[in-house]
């Protein structure tokens, strides 16, 4: 029992590691006033860019480049049309989703005539786990040995950098004057402004680090957590990301923990496929892939309360002139 229980929170933090960076940058994002319904796209984006310049430069790492380069891109049309044109947030989120899941295919079936996918990667042109020291000789100790070998050591590098972003998050935002500024924005942007800050300069800089962290989602979907890019490989993770962001209530450790149970949710659906429930039989595949969706549901809709996000979110900024 502690064996399946370790390795189910060792699949729990993999799954979790793009929900909790794209949920990352949904927080930059709303703190600064800007719906990003778009996550999934920029996910989806970041995924093809860094495993088709993966498969044509044979390195994860200029992968990863082009997968931020290219979530950066769909973050600043998102920024074009809510900050400097004022457009409606959701709809320009929704665009580009429909955009991005019709132009990955298009592209990938130009590029590589393999159905909309990208050529299986392997070697340098993934991002390959990292053992720990003594892994190996630790593992068969009691408790410990398990943990440390198991849980802790054998996952990739971006696994670890969506954690270790989870404090630099916090300490962006609630320590740095930019942090101040941001969460001030999202707040009150006409106070902002009278300060004699840029509402729009401030709400850019969210919505490309947005843009960052939501392509370091993407190449690890794609690089990392797989060996290519597939159609609609992203599967609802950004939406996913953007309850986790609602459950948080905009916090960043809270927003982990929310990524870390849904994750959670997703990994036990894995495992219970196959198992047969003594009077019902053996447990439909539809119905475990739609657990985690409906827990989701469940625990936005009665355990968290009301969530309150920015008073500013959504809300195009108009400069009042004398």
């Not at 982990?256 to 196959?274: H, S, T």
Request: charged content about 10%.
């Amino acid at each position: 029992m502690f064996e399946t229980l370790i390795l189910i929170l060792d699949a729990t933090l993999r799954v979790s590691t793009p929900l909790i960076l794209a949920a990352l940058a949904g927080l930059f994002s709303e703190r600064a006033g800007i719906v990003d319904i778009g996550l999934e796209g920029k996910m989806l984006g970041g995924a093809f860019a860094a495993a088709a310049a993966a498969a044509v430069f044979g390195s994860a790492w200029i992968g990863l480049g082009f997968a931020i380069l290219a979530s950066v891109g769909l973050a600043l049309i998102h920024g074009f049309a809510c900050i400097t044109h004022r457009g409606d947030h959701i709809v320009s989120g929704v665009a580009i989703n429909t955009i991005v899941a019709g132009l990955t295919i298009t592209l990938g079936l130009d590029w590589f005539g393999m159905g909309g996918q990208t050529p299986a990667l392997s070697g340098d042109a993934r991002f390959l786990t990292i053992t720990f020291p003594f892994a190996d000789a630790l593992a068969d100790v009691p408790v410990i040995g398990l943990i440390y070998s198991e849980l802790l050591s054998g996952h990739n590098i971006l696994v670890y950098l969506a954690f270790a972003l989870v404090p630099a998050t916090y300490w962006m935002v609630y320590k740095t004057r930019f942090g101040l500024r941001l969460r001030a924005v999202g707040e009150n942007p006409h106070a902002v402004d009278t300060a004699g800050i840029s509402v729009a300069f401030v709400r850019y800089r969210a919505v490309i680090i947005c843009g960052v962290l939501c392509g370091v989602a993407g190449a690890y979907l794609s690089t990392a957590h797989n060996a290519g890019f597939l159609k609609d490989m992203s599967a609802g993770k950004g939406y996913m990301a953007l309850a986790a962001l609602i459950f948080g209530k905009w916090r960043p450790v809270p927003v982990m923990f929310a990524c870390l149970l849904f994750g959670f949710l997703d990994a036990v659906a894995v495992r219970m496929q196959g198992v047969v429930v003594p009077g019902i039989g053996e447990i439909p595949v539809q119905a475990i892939e739609v657990l985690p969706y409906v827990l989701t549901v469940l625990l936005l809709a009665g355990f968290i309360g009301k969530a309150v996000g920015p008073k500013a979110v959504g809300r195009p900024y108009v400069k009042e002139r004398a």
